[in-house]
């Protein structure tokens, strides 16, 4: 009895756990934020909401019990806010991360595509363009009449990198030109060099449109060629395994070193409510002298970080013979 109730107990923390983990990744990006950091993240933030409003109650009120209960209540109040903004931001940036993920499914799986099955997959879009008509297949290109014009279709699988050629573009231009089209279109998973571009506003025989990655995953999208729900969460917890997981994380934003400034500036806030406010005056100093010291610790930590850093341009040259010489 006990050991199934443990096992559902269990069952039930992993499952809380991987949904924490989700989350994290949709609001934070790979890596996963260390639980523990969080917990206390939360811990001290109602902490130091609870000291500030007790205290200002106190001040106002003079009553132990009120201000306590005042306190509690603006510290519960605080929470929620926080939780409702985290809801809402979760699924603004679920949704972007969703869609990010299908762009990255697709192009993954374009690009691993030999030359045929590159063009099959053209010619399925091509099928859904708005008013495309029956496809003609050319050499090195497609014909279809788009809107009634007769149009040319070019395109190039950019497995490796390589871009398009304004070599290639010519080509097409010419091949289509020949075959009296009147508009060109051409496709391509990579991207476009500035001479080709160039190239391309240099054409006046017919009205020619460049379509990069970001415009073939955009037609995809829209033509209904993305994948499902299911293999989306396969891509998604590819990314997830792909990111580490940051447990250092807390403490680093911590001792950030452009946070010196901003203890030094607590520090002097609380230093003069201690002068002007007489009642509590103890409180104050007490804060002051904390956000001074987290001000002198964050910046030492950052002179320790920088000198610990490696090596130096004189090093490289040293160790390089000084073969590595920076161009004028």
């Known amino acids: 009895m006990l050991k199934h109730l443990f096992r559902r107990i269990g069952n039930k923390a992993e499952e809380m756990y991987e949904r924490y983990r989700l989350n994290s990744f949709y609001l934070n990006g790979n890596a996963t934020p260390s639980l523990a950091g969080k917990v206390l993240n939360i811990i001290f933030f109602n902490l130091m909401a609870f000291i500030f409003s007790y205290l200002w109650f106190m001040h106002r009120t003079g009553r132990l019990q009120a201000s306590l209960l005042l306190a509690a209540l603006l510290s519960l109040l605080l929470d929620l806010a926080w939780w409702l903004y985290k809801r809402r931001l979760l699924k603004q940036k679920r949704q972007e991360k969703r869609e990010?993920?299908?762009?990255?499914?697709?192009?993954?799986?374009?690009?691993?595509?030999g030359p045929e099955e590159f063009k099959w997959e053209i010619?399925?879009?091509v099928l859904r363009l708005p008013g495309a008509g029956s496809i003609k297949a050319r050499l090195g290109f497609m014909e279809t009449r788009v809107n009634g014009r007769r149009t040319a279709i070019g395109y190039f699988n950019d497995r490796f990198g390589d871009g398009v050629s304004a070599r290639m573009l010519a080509s097409f231009i010419q091949k289509a030109i020949k075959t009296g089209c009147n508009d060109a279109i051409f496709l391509t998973s990579g991207e476009y060099s500035e001479e080709c571009r160039e190239y391309a506003a240099?054409?006046?025989?017919?009205?020619?449109?460049?379509l990069g990655k970001e415009d073939l995953l955009d037609m995809m999208e829209q033509a209904g060629m993305f994948p499902d729900d299911s293999a989306i969460d396969i891509q998604i917890d590819r990314m997830m395994k792909a990111g580490r997981r940051d447990y250092s994380r807390l403490r680093k934003e911590i001792l950030a070193p452009r946070r010196a400034v901003s203890y030094l500036r607590y520090a002097l806030f609380f230093m003069l409510a201690a002068m002007v406010v007489g009642a509590y005056r103890t409180y104050y100093l007490i804060f002051a002298a904390v956000f001074a010291l987290m001000a002198l610790f964050t910046r030492l930590y950052g002179l320790r970080q920088e000198s610990s850093r490696g090596g130096s341009p004189e090093a490289l040259s040293e160790l390089t013979g000084g073969s590595l010489v920076k161009e004028s």
């Open 123 to 125: 010619l399925k879009l």
């Open 100 to 113: 990010q993920a299908a762009r990255e499914y697709v192009y993954a799986k374009l690009i691993r595509l």
């Open 202 to 210: 240099s054409v006046k025989n017919l009205k020619l449109y460049l």
